[in-house]
């Protein structure tokens, strides 16, 4: 298996990445390199196992059902809006976005 | 010939009654400051990590029994990739290859009355996610306003297989969906604040041929709005099509201002989603212990109940079905047999289906808001069980409680004299006088008009203020109007 230009063009463009022709070439053979990783690896014979959903074989730890996050006087929202491109009324303001 | 059959699936989402978002400590609660329950996590800033909480897997394996479904020993959590300022990761936790409940089905009664008929609607899964920011389109001097307090919130997304085949039907499932996540208490199902929403994937097709094409109606949070999207998709669909025209799968709004549905997503956006398991989170893994811990935690399930209420009151499956369309529904009705008695558990049915459901409607008040209790009302049925009352006066002591005129019925009964008249000779001067008064009525009668006789009855009944037993009443007459 190998990606084409326009296949990594649109992966592009899906992961809204901007990329010149000349790096989404470079790109493509970079990602087809890995791709012929991937086909030594599919040559080993996995029928009959399990695929894993996580490298490491353990499982979720979980949390109580408890708050513990609190900013009800908005001075935590002040900090992180100050990181922001723009706010207002405590709200994160963007480009309209509208459906 | 003509015929369309119409293929109604429901993805619903639940947002679960948890303290907590799923993946982080915020609060849930409702109406906080903007962003103000917004935190690192929910906000994603760069490395934070997300820790399940288990109070969200609680719910879903709860959901999970009461349908019947497979609760997955193991489930994974995947990335759902999209771009969208609502979303700060630029991706959704979810659940795809390997959902925390899988299968399952969903009984429901569609229609009312005679008429009224069972269906099993089939689900295909449930899955845990997280919920989106809100984005406010108003004031913001062309930009979009972002209040993260919802992103992060847990959410069960339900989805049914293509099972139904009406609005109604549709109606109906969601109706039982949304009572079902309220009665195991997993789901607040305040659809208002966005608490439960549908998304219905309609389409038509003549019977016996494949699928046709479907369109989605996204983020529907009424039942009125499902039935009226559908009805107005569906009437589209085939208008269209019988045009001679066709359409291509695409998700559509409703607008409730028009009643119509438009397209929202161009082919060009076409959603890829490009889920991967999410490396922050290994894989779930549920014990078959906490899955029996759940199981002995949870309520007499509505199916169960509806087959009580048969056997055990003799109700019709129709009124069983109606006394528990909700848990407070159930307990108000079963409250009110145990201070009447059993033998007069059809007579509570229905004076909880009848004359407290009106009362409650016109007053617009839930039933937990009933100005009668369950006790209250178990007393004044008891009387109306036991003769001391007719069903009519039984009204005028169920008013006089709502008005907070006295404690129980039985105070109102004796403060307003409202004892029915059993004596039967003092029914019998009643008749008499009755008789003699309307000479008229009575050769009415005579010449084989039936109308006549309930004047007669009528008449009777005003002398005695309503008061007088009317079985007796009109035994009385009848014989009277047949010796005479």
Redesign the interface.
Known sequence: MSLTILEVERIARLARLEVTPAEVEISCQQLNGIFSLIEALKAVDTAGIEPMAHAQDACLRLRADEVIYRDEDGTARALFQSLAPEAENGLYLVPKVIE | MNAWEIVIGLETHAQLA???KIF????TAFG?????????ID?A?PGVLP???????ECAIRFGLAVEATVAEKS?FERK?Y???DLPK?YQISQFE?PIVQGGHLNIMVGQGEKSYEKRIRLTRAHLEEDAGK???ED?H???????NRAGMALLEIVSEPDMRSAEEAVAYAKALHALVRWIGICDGNMQEGSFRCDANVSVRRPGASLGTRREIKNLNSFRYLKEAIEFETRWQIETLEDGGSFEQATV?FDPATGKTRA??SKEDAH?Y?YF?D?D?????IAAEWIERERAALPELPVAKRQRFISDYGLSAYDAATLTASLEMADYFEATVRASNPAAAKLCANWVMVDLAARLKREDREISEAAVSAAQLGGLVARIADGTISNAIGKKVFDALWMGDGVNADEIIAKQGLKQITDSDAIEKLVNDALAANPGSVSEYRAGKEKAFNALVGQVMQAAKGKANPQQVSELLRQKLSTN
Do not use: C, E, W
């Open positions: 948890t303290r907590s982080s400590g915020a609060s906080a400051a903007a962003n103000t329950q917004a935190s690192p906000l800033l820790v399940l909480n288990k109070g969200a897997v994974v990739n771009f969208y300022p630029g390997l984005s406010l389109h913001f062309g930009r979009s306003g972002i209040d993260l709004l929202m997503r890829d490009r398991p490396p989170l290994l894989p779930l893994f």
